[in-house]
């Protein structure tokens, strides 16, 4: 939808916002592919100087701005001039840009050294790292496309360097230090009017820091997975003053989770209402929208469960899901026949049944459940996947917060243990997964006697719908089925597995694996 803003000859911002920093990052993916497409068109020849932006806290802007700049030894400092990069250059930083990217520091947890905010998993998107190459601290086109022969940036490159010594940055009086400031702040805002597509959270693009610059420039607003998110977040958007009235466009699905809120239902009278989103109200009173009905993520063989489930039957599959056009899809076959061992048809949804008893037993703890033998087996059978799959996005998605951290565990046994790929693997609870899409995703159902959570088709229609390429569900199907509560969505769900199920025996011995030992415990 944002396409058309793109190509367009008019100069313009279109803000795409979403609830949640894992959404937003791959929203910004996705965009900038599609930017990237767009840019092989001769007739297009403007559309080469757009660039996106994925926006995030200033804070966290200014870190990635000061921390991933290349580094100069105290002794090089005096009297220092750094140079603007040689033309036709741009390209020779594309090993070290992703020597960069790939690498993992252990800061407070961080990916990037310097920067310690958490949710920052890409800087190639970012206003720091557009900084950078605007100015010409990084090499790229970006400054020969804005600067040509002019050279706006001297002074910042050169106070740039003296700041990234890690030594003290100024001299005792703070001249200096203010128009490195001042110089930053005009560079920030440059960076934010010229992007044709800014991406972030709402809170994050509704800040004053980033509106007060683009605020004459927003042609539209597009609010992803709007279904999810509270009406209040949204009121610092709208109290906004901007100047060209821009379009608005709500994009959610009421059949998947409704705004979340920590109001008790028995105390609090209004808590119906906080769960109404902006998007749902809107319906009630009236308001004309429309159903999209061609889905472009799944293969047919996932699209059909909640087609069949959820939607009735009024999906179709866009082309770009047939199987022949999905490598990881044909790679998650031959995986599942290589470990089912059995005559399944070749199916993208397969489902682990495994029979109560032995040492299969979902237990309780601070009203949460989880279950040892479930983790044992994924673990065992991870590693195979990674291998064979060595490009594709992998989720474990569970129900509740103790399997979760269970998996978590055995995911960092496995990157201590270096295992190949691993960082290509993500753990969540299924609503830490709405708005995300991975190529495999592993839907763990722990039930005993009462089927809790997973009562509310919403929250298994977010699981279900996560994977691109292939779905494996690992589940006790008898427990379920008996258990207190079971819906009829769950009951069809286990039969539209029919022909794809593979039914395994709840051992003594728990499945061999070294990356999970039961009963350890995992603080969060």
Same mark, same amino acid.
Request: aromatic share 8%; net charge negative.
């Given at each position: 939808?944002?396409?058309?803003?793109?190509?367009?000859?008019?100069?313009?911002v279109v803000?795409?916002?979403?609830?949640?920093?894992?959404?937003?990052?791959?929203?910004?993916? /996705?965009?900038?592919?599609?930017?990237?497409?767009?840019?092989?068109?001769?007739?297009?020849?403007?559309?080469?100087?757009?660039?996106?932006?994925?926006?995030?806290?200033?804070?966290?802007?200014?870190?990635?701005?000061?921390?991933?700049?290349?580094?100069?030894?105290?002794? $090089?400092?005096?009297?220092?001039?750094?140079?603007?990069?040689?033309?036709?250059?741009?390209?020779?930083?594309?090993?070290?840009?992703?020597?960069?990217?790939?690498?993992?520091?252990?800061?407070?947890?961080?990916?990037?050294?310097?920067?310690?905010?958490?949710?920052?998993?890409?800087?190639?998107?970012?206003?720091?790292?557009?900084?950078?190459?605007?100015?010409?601290?990084?090499?790229?086109?970006?400054?020969? /496309?804005?600067?040509?022969?002019?050279?706006?940036?001297?002074?910042?490159?050169?106070?740039?360097?003296?700041?990234?010594?890690?030594?003290?940055?100024?001299?005792?009086?703070?001249?200096?230090?203010?128009?490195?400031? @001042?110089?930053?702040?005009d560079?920030?805002?440059?960076?934010?009017?010229?992007?044709?597509?800014?991406?972030?959270?709402?809170?994050?693009i509704?800040?004053?820091?980033?509106? $007060?610059?683009?605020?004459?420039?927003?042609?539209?607003?597009?609010?992803? /997975?709007?279904?999810?998110?509270?009406?209040?977040?949204?009121?610092? %958007?709208?109290?906004?003053?901007?100047?060209?009235?821009?379009?608005?466009?709500?994009?959610?699905?009421?059949?998947?989770?409704?705004?979340?809120?920590?109001?008790?239902?028995?105390?609090?009278?209004?808590?119906? $209402?906080?769960?109404?989103?902006?998007?749902?109200?809107?319906?009630?009173?009236?308001?004309?929208?429309?159903?999209?009905?061609?889905?472009?993520?799944?293969?047919?063989d996932?699209?059909?469960?909640?087609?069949?489930?959820?939607?009735?039957?009024?999906?179709?599959?866009?082309?770009?899901?047939?199987?022949?056009?999905?490598?990881?899809?044909?790679?998650?076959?031959?995986?599942?026949?290589?470990?089912?061992?059995?005559?399944?048809?070749?199916?993208?949804?397969?489902? %682990?049944?495994?029979?109560?008893?032995?040492?299969?037993?979902?237990?309780?703890?601070?009203?949460?459940?989880?279950?040892?033998?479930?983790?044992?087996?994924?673990?065992?059978?991870?590693?195979s996947?990674?291998?064979?799959?060595?490009?594709?996005?992998?989720?474990?998605?569970?129900?509740?917060? /103790?399997?979760?951290?269970?998996?978590?565990?055995?995911?960092?046994?496995?990157?201590?243990?270096?295992?190949?790929?691993?960082?290509?693997?993500?753990?969540?609870?299924?609503?830490?997964?709405?708005?995300?899409?991975?190529?495999?995703?592993?839907?763990? %159902?722990?039930?005993?006697y009462?089927?809790?959570?997973l009562?509310?088709?919403?929250?298994?229609?977010?699981?279900?719908?996560?994977?691109?390429?292939?779905?494996?569900?690992?589940c006790?199907?008898?427990?379920i089925?008996?258990?207190?509560?079971?819906t009829?969505?769950? @009951?069809?769900?286990?039969?539209l597995?029919?022909?794809?199920?593979?039914?395994?025996?709840?051992?003594?011995?728990?499945?061999?694996?070294?990356?999970?030992?039961?009963?350890?415990?995992?603080?969060?």
């Amino acid at each position: 939808m944002v396409v058309p803003f793109l190509v367009s000859e008019r100069q313009s911002v279109v803000l795409v916002s979403t609830p949640t920093n894992h959404g937003a990052d791959d929203l910004a993916h /996705e965009i900038r592919q599609a930017l990237f497409d767009l840019r092989d068109d001769p007739n297009l020849p403007h559309v080469r100087k757009r660039y996106i932006l994925r926006l995030h806290a200033p804070k966290s802007e200014n870190a990635i701005m000061r921390t991933q700049g290349p580094k100069v030894p105290k002794e $090089q400092v005096e009297n220092v001039k750094v140079p603007l990069p040689p033309r036709g250059t741009q390209r020779v930083m594309k090993g070290a840009a992703v020597q960069m990217l790939e690498r993992f520091r252990a800061n407070d947890g961080t990916k990037f050294e310097g920067v310690r905010d958490k949710r920052v998993q890409d800087i190639t998107y970012s206003a720091g790292y557009m900084m950078l190459l605007v100015s010409g601290i990084v090499p790229g086109t970006e400054y020969e /496309e804005r600067c040509g022969d002019h050279d706006p940036y001297a002074k910042f490159r050169m106070l740039y360097v003296k700041y990234n010594t890690g030594e003290e940055p100024f001299d005792d009086s703070t001249d200096e230090e203010e128009e490195f400031r @001042e110089l930053t702040e005009d560079l920030y805002k440059t960076v934010l009017k010229g992007a044709s597509v800014i991406v972030g959270t709402t809170a994050g693009i509704s800040g004053e820091d980033c509106l $007060q610059h683009i605020r004459h420039q927003v042609s539209a607003i597009f609010l992803d /997975e709007n279904a999810h998110e509270r009406e209040d977040s949204l009121a610092p %958007l709208f109290a906004a003053r901007f100047k060209l009235d821009p379009c608005i466009v709500l994009i959610g699905d009421q059949e998947q989770l409704a705004p979340a809120t920590q109001a008790d239902k028995q105390s609090n009278a209004f808590t119906p $209402q906080l769960e109404i989103s902006w998007m749902a109200r809107l319906i009630k009173n009236g308001m004309k929208y429309t159903m999209l009905t061609e889905q472009h993520r799944m293969v047919e063989d996932i699209a059909l469960l909640c087609n069949t489930l959820t939607y009735k039957g009024k999906l179709t599959n866009a082309p770009g899901t047939a199987l022949n056009q999905r490598l990881n899809a044909s790679q998650f076959q031959e995986w599942a026949q290589s470990f089912t061992k059995s005559t399944l048809t070749p199916s993208n949804r397969i489902m %682990l049944d495994i029979t109560p008893g032995g040492l299969n037993i979902t237990q309780h703890k601070r009203r949460s459940k989880y279950n040892d033998y479930f983790v044992c087996l994924v673990s065992s059978l991870l590693p195979s996947l990674l291998r064979r799959c060595k490009d594709a996005t992998v989720a474990i998605l569970t129900g509740y917060s /103790e399997q979760r951290g269970n998996y978590l565990r055995m995911l960092g046994n496995m990157k201590e243990a270096k295992l190949e790929h691993v960082d290509k693997l993500s753990v969540d609870t299924f609503d830490g997964g709405q708005g995300r899409q991975f190529d495999f995703v592993i839907v763990d %159902l722990p039930v005993n006697y009462g089927v809790g959570f997973l009562a509310d088709s919403r929250r298994l229609n977010v699981a279900l719908t996560r994977a691109r390429n292939g779905l494996l569900v690992v589940c006790d199907t008898k427990t379920i089925l008996a258990a207190r509560g079971v819906t009829d969505y769950l @009951e069809n769900l286990i039969a539209l597995f029919n022909g794809c199920t593979t039914t395994l025996q709840g051992n003594k011995d728990y499945p061999s694996t070294t990356y999970f030992t039961p009963g350890d415990d995992y603080d969060d």
